[in-house]
């Protein structure tokens, strides 16, 4: 009787440990899934209808028949083994239908919904009761832990890694059952097994030659990547590929195509992470400069010309205020850039002669920024590679302790735009209210946006800013005029400049050395005037204090991530367009 209970236990504790095995793998997948087609279709996209997907399959494996254990676990292997390149190539050609709705859909229901299905259908055949109370916690529950767990150890280059790994599993549970079948089995077709544990070799097999075969192989999979990289169908290098904090962070290069009518875009050198451009410079016979003074150069000596985009520059114009003590005698001493990029105006503050802080939360951008876009060694003491919420908080208290060692900033340059939005916790009335106690009382912001003008997120953002410093003029950054349709029908780079002085925001005509030998600065800021965006073009200011609610943003209250859903969507469209699709396929 008490071997009889003690077998019935092991037995229910084999299929608990067992089920919950599938749940823990399933979430491991759907994590590894999802940071592997970011860099192809961006984090909102990629997220919009996931859930959706995995829910779907989840249920549809619960009301249909089962197969065997071991027919699962065979199907599974295989499709673990070849997720490195369904995932991938899948999205490509997904992704060519720039549609960000249905191409990452189409890749979910061909990629992450059989997976699902057939893991699902794994636990139902152990013990259906007892996997539906696991499956509760199912992918969707895990997955936001395992997400920051790869975010913080940035172990997104095991993607792939994983896929196989989890394949091998499959294959080694798949092959240890039919061994131990055939080992009770007396029937003579027992011998049989030895032959059905070598097929079970066969996706093994093919995934190694996959890899082995350049004409399969994506230029993704994890290490096969060799920098430089040159792409052999597009006039495309990849100078530098890495998996850092905010996703895959990657330096490449158009090059001039041998037909230059063929390629709108060429002879730039871009930075990329995930699927945002963080910026990018022109090189080759695109460099050039006024007087032709010598160009900025890498760290290979490789001459770099003017930023690819215009806000960086009008950020510079930061420094053309003059309604204030410092900007009347040119004594801005220290400036703080929150958000790198590729260093466009910290090395401009540097070649001023401004101290310059830097806080970058991805130390890959950072690196890149030094490596090969030019930017001019801070400072060990003034790089702080790290989310700039906590580090603005830290600072405040050093403020408020009265440390000495704890600046004011005259300027501060605020550019986290990427992805098609902003990070919510960095336009919080909290955030500012700590920003503007390291601000010297005259000081200077310049915050860059990127939305259509009058979106919900556009004028809350400009809303939740005058709450915080009492005043803000907006500017684009357009080379040439555009009208107030274009303005609300199309993504728009912003700069708002904000002050918490009282005395009116003003600034000065730009002169030759505003320009630092650059046509781009020179065209920019001298035509500071005609880019001003009045207040009333981004909504109805009137119902702006009547609706606080909804337009000033709070750590307790902040839709700002909600609001941009729509707007990531149309930016991931523009990005398609902006540059051919072969520079987001290769990374």
Not at 324 to 335: F, H, L, S
Not at 344 to 363: K, L, M, R, W
Not at 535 to 543: L, Y
């Amino acid at each position: 009787m008490s071997t009889n209970s003690e077998s019935a236990t092991w037995t229910s504790t084999k299929s608990s440990l067992s089920i919950l095995a599938v749940s823990v793998a399933l979430s491991l997948f759907t994590t590894a899934y999802e940071n592997s087609i970011i860099p192809l279709f961006a984090s909102v996209p990629t997220l919009k209808y996931l859930g959706y997907v995995v829910h779907t399959s989840t249920a549809f494996a619960i009301i249909t028949p089962n197969l065997s254990s071991s027919r699962i676990l065979l199907i599974l292997s295989c499709l673990l083994l070849l997720a490195p390149h369904t995932s991938y190539w899948i999205s490509v050609h997904a992704a060519r239908f720039k549609d960000p709705i249905y191409s990452p859909l189409v890749t979910h229901a061909l990629v992450l919904a059989p997976v699902v299905y057939f893991s699902v259908s794994l636990a139902m055949s152990v013990d259906p009761t007892l996997a539906l109370i696991v499956l509760a916690a199912n992918a969707l529950q895990l997955r936001p832990l395992l997400m920051l767990v790869f975010s913080a150890l940035s172990v997104d280059a095991l993607n792939n890694v994983i896929f196989i790994a989890l394949g091998c599993v499959c294959l080694a549970v798949y092959g240890g059952i039919k061994v131990d079948v055939g080992r009770r089995n007396t029937h003579p077709n027992a011998r049989n097994t030895r032959f059905t544990v070598a097929l079970s070799a066969i996706p093994l097999v093919l995934t190694v030659l996959l890899n082995l075969n350049p004409a399969l192989r994506s230029p993704t999979l994890v290490n096969s990547i060799v920098t430089p990289y040159n792409s052999p169908t597009y006039p495309l290098r990849i100078l530098n590929s890495t998996q850092s904090k905010t996703g895959v962070v990657v330096v490449g290069e158009i090059l001039p195509p041998a037909d230059m009518g063929s390629t709108p875009l060429h002879s730039i050198r871009y930075l990329r992470a995930s699927h945002s451009l963080l910026g990018g410079v022109w090189i080759g016979d695109l460099v050039t400069t006024l007087d032709s003074f010598p160009p900025l150069t890498d760290q290979y000596g490789t001459p770099l010309g003017d930023s690819i985009y215009s806000a960086f520059v009008l950020q510079e114009a930061v420094r053309l205020v003059n309604s204030t003590p410092q900007g009347r005698k040119g004594e801005c001493n220290d400036a703080l850039i929150i958000g790198l990029g590729t260093g466009i105006s910290a090395n401009a503050f540097a070649q001023h002669g401004i101290t310059t802080t830097i806080v970058e939360i991805d130390p890959a951008v950072y690196d890149a920024a030094r490596q090969y876009f030019g930017l001019s060694d801070p400072g060990n003491n003034n790089v702080f590679l790290q989310d700039a919420r906590g580090w603005v908080r830290s600072r405040r208290a050093m403020v408020e302790a009265e440390d000495p060692s704890a600046i004011k900033y005259d300027v501060v340059v605020h550019d986290c735009f990427s992805g098609g939005g902003v990070p919510e916790h960095l336009f919080s009335i909290e955030f500012w209210n700590d920003l503007k106690t390291i601000l010297s009382p005259e000081g200077v912001v310049a915050v860059n946006f990127a939305g259509k003008l009058a979106s919900d997120s556009s004028q809350a953002i400009l809303v939740t800013l005058l709450r915080a410093f009492g005043q803000c003029r907006a500017f684009h950054d357009h080379v040439e005029p555009i009208s107030l349709e274009h303005f609300h029908s199309h993504f728009v780079n912003i700069v708002f400049f904000c002050t918490p002085s009282p005395t009116p925001l003003t600034f000065r005509s730009a002169v030759e050395e505003d320009y630092l030998h650059s046509y781009l600065r020179r065209h920019i800021l001298s035509s500071l005037d005609k880019r001003e965006i009045n207040h009333a073009q981004f909504g109805d200011s009137s119902i702006w204090s009547t609706m606080e609610e909804k337009f000033v943003l709070t750590d307790a209250h902040n839709t700002l991530n909600t609001w941009q859903e729509g707007e990531a969507l149309d930016h991931w469209k523009l990005m398609r367009e902006m540059v051919p699709d072969v520079v987001w396929e290769t990374y």
